[in-house]
Every structure is written in C-alpha cells, then in structure tokens.
C-alpha cells in the first residue's frame, strides 16, 4: 500500500471511529480489507481507496466496518461477570427498589455475546429480578456485529468461549452446527448502530456500562473524550466497566477505580462525593 | 503444579491437548484409555482430567464412573472433551458427573475460559 493511500485511510478511520493505526499497520488494512474487494467485486485495494478519496458513503461505511475489531466472547474474563452477578445487581435490587428498574449499557458491544451474557446472568437471578424491568442496550459503530447480535445464532468455538455448558443447553437450541439463543433472553438486549464518538444523550441514562476491550486502539484524546460522554449518561453511584488491561489512571477523572484487576470503575462526582456506588461491596 | 490427566486414543488429540494444559501452567499426564487413566490416577490424583468419549478398552463414561469411586476422586475435575456434540450426548455426561464438556474441534482459548469458570485457573 502506498504511504500516501495508508496515510489517508489512516486519518478516515481516525476521524471517523477513534482508531488509530501506526504505519506499521499496512498489511492490517490490507488483510481487514480484501474480503471488502472481493465482496464487492473489485480489482483490488487501489479501488477501495479510490471509492473512499472519490466520498463513496456506502464504502466508506464498510471500510470502517471491517477495520474494527471484533474479538469477544461470553463472560469475557468471567470474574467481571462475577463481580455484577455478586455484588451489582444485589446493589441494584436493594437501591432501585422503588422504582424497580435499571438500565445497562454495552458501549462497542460487537457481536453481541457480552450483553447477553448480562442476560443469562438476570434471567438466572431468579424470583428476586420478578417484576423488575431490565434493559440491556448494545451498541456498536458496525452494523455487520449488530446483524450478527441481532440475529444470536452463535458457532460452536463461539459458544465455547465463556459459557458453561449448562447455561448452554439451558438457553440454546442446537441448529445444524450453530447454537440459536433462546428468544427470553434475545429479548432483553436490544441493539442498535451508534458511534461512541457521538453524542450519547439519546440513549438515556444508565446505571450500569459495558465498555471492556473497546477504546484500546483509540488514542488519548479519544479515549477521554469517549470516557467523559460515558460519564455524563452514567447515574451518580453507576458502574464502568473495562477491561482488565486499560487502566484509566492518567486517562480520565470522571471515573474513579474500585477494582483495578477485574476492570471496575465508578463515576466521580465531586458533588456527590457520599453518593454509594453500585459497585461497593456490601 | 497441578496434574492434568489428558485422555484419549488420538496421540495427536493427547499432544495438542498436553502442549495447552502446559503452557496454563498443568504437569500434563496423557494415557490412550479410560483403564489406563484409572491407573494413573490411582497413583496420583489429577487436579483436572480432561476425557475423550469413546475410547478402546474403557470408554470416558466408564473411567468417570470409576474415577469418582477413588479417594478424592470427587473433588477431581472432569472435562469431557470429545466430538460428540448433540445435546442428549451432553446432558449425559453431565448427568454422570462431568464437570464441564468441550466439543471438538478445540483451541487453547476454549480450554482457558473452561479453567477460569471451573476456578482451575485465575
């Protein structure tokens, strides 16, 4: 790839998604976008870059599209998952009592299988969730990861990575060599494209949020900036959640840490400074 | 460290399987059948066992069954790990005591994520 065509699509991913590519990341746009050149039956990646140059929406799109990475897994790292199911939620149920409802988000959400391991966790709760009305919200800049979490048909090696075989025969049905998930816990995510560098008033706000693994290819000043939106849609006492390998020491101070090796943050408010966060054992 | 029983007739399976369980940190141990892997347990319990289904000589569902009846052959976990993917073929190890199931083909990833949620790993 020429240094020119490499320098420019570096900036359009950049602008558009937060993603930062070195130059030594040539072959990674080559490889992410071959499969883009065949789909789309052209002569190689000069084409590609000659769509983009020439503000081709629809491929520009795609090209943002097949640059993000995609990597996750049901209860990624598991202890996180723990740490909602043991500590989280019994907060949630004893502080939002009255109203008995909360809202989790998912922010970069991908193919889906962390927001409904959230799911799993809830539905497996039990009679002391009954009532309640619980709304997981995935998003993601990829409308291909949201097809797929929209679509929750999963493959073996997907559904061996991270979920214990009970929850598996539980809540999904086997077909053909894919696990379909079942549609009670389907239902409880909903999905939608939204790009994290966008304003995210429009969601609403939530109490708990998901954004483990996804600002690691961004730089600095994208990730506070995605931080300080988080911040401003999170309750005073929510939960951040990261992954176990992004501190955010140094990064932003609208979260503070509360379990720095599973990736556990809450939102600093100065004001609120006595508020109880979500997130503190009892 | 602590002892992984890796079992099954395939010395590809066993080496591929031995190669994972080491880089995790296991003292791999590989026997080609259930009687075999009873032996050896017989001689040191594993920590973890991980098991083919149908095997010569004695079978994953017979070797689990016997594993269980050795001194502290109740707190051993075992995984099944075999090319049988349909859910009554699950639901029947689990139901003879497998502690967790994968379904062949296999990566080291699966395995780890297995580990973690059992607490076999960090």
């Known amino acids: 790839m ?6 420019f699509v570096a900036r359009l991913l950049k602008d558009r998604s937060g993603l930062v590519l070195t130059r030594d ?27 983009l140059r020439a503000g081709e929406a629809s491929l520009t799109d795609s090209v943002v599209d097949a640059m993000m990475a995609k990597d996750t897994a049901f209860f990624r790292d598991w202890k996180p998952f723990e740490h909602f199911r043991t500590v989280v939620l019994p907060n949630l149920i004893a502080q939002r009592g009255t109203k008995k409802t909360f809202r989790v988000l998912c922010a970069g959400v991908s193919t889906g299988q962390e927001a409904y391991s959230l ?8 009679r002391a969730l009954a009532g309640w009305k619980a709304e997981i919200v995935g998003v993601d800049i990829s409308a291909a990861s949201i097809a797929t979490a929209q679509l929750a048909l999963y493959s073996q090696f997907d559904v061996q990575r991270g979920l214990p075989i009970r929850l598996l025969l539980k809540h999904f049905k086997k077909r053909d060599e894919s696990w379909s998930l079942n549609g009670d816990i389907q239902g409880m995510v909903g999905f939608m494209r939204w790009n ?45 959640y990261v992954g176990r390998n992004e501190p955010l020491t140094g990064v932003s101070s609208s979260f503070k840490v509360v379990n720095p090796d599973l990736g556990v943050y809450t939102v600093t408010r100065a004001e609120k400074a006595t508020t109880r966060s979500l997130a503190d054992a009892t | ?15 591929v399987a031995s190669k ?25 319990m594993p920590d973890v066992a991980v098991v083919d289904w149908d ?65 076999a790993i960090d």
Request: with cysteine.
């Open chain 1, 196 to 240: 994290l560098m966008d304003d995210l008033f429009p969601l609403g706000r939530f109490d708990v949020i998901l954004c483990r693994n996804v600002l690691v290819y961004n730089d600095l000043q994208t990730k506070f900036n995605v931080l300080q939106k988080l911040a401003r849609v999170a309750a005073d006492d929510g939960v951040l």
């Open chain 1, 119 to 126: 799911a799993i966790i809830m539905r497996e709760y039990g």
């Open chain 2, 20 to 44: 994972i369980f080491h880089e995790l940190g296991f003292e791999p141990e590989e026997a080609e059948n259930g009687k075999k892997a009873l032996d050896a347990s017989r001689i040191r």
């Open chain 1, 2 to 7: 020429h240094p020119d065509d490499f320098e």
């Open chain 2, 55 to 119: 095997m010569p000589v004695m079978d994953g569902l017979k070797f689990l069954e016997g594993l269980r009846k050795l001194p502290g052959g109740e707190n051993a976990i075992v995984i099944f790990c075999t090319a049988e993917n349909e859910v009554p073929k699950i639901q029947e190890a689990l139901d003879a005591g497998a502690n967790e199931y994968i379904m062949k083909p296999f990566d080291s990833e699966i395995v780890r994520s297995k580990l973690t949620i059992l607490g």
């Open chain 2, 1 to 15: 460290m602590k002892k992984c029983l890796i079992v099954d007739d395939s010395r590809i399976i066993r080496r």
């Open chain 1, 25 to 51: 990341k040539g072959y990674l746009v080559e490889n992410r976008l071959m499969p883009l050149v065949r789909q789309r039956r052209m002569k190689g990646i000069n084409d590609v870059i000659a769509g």
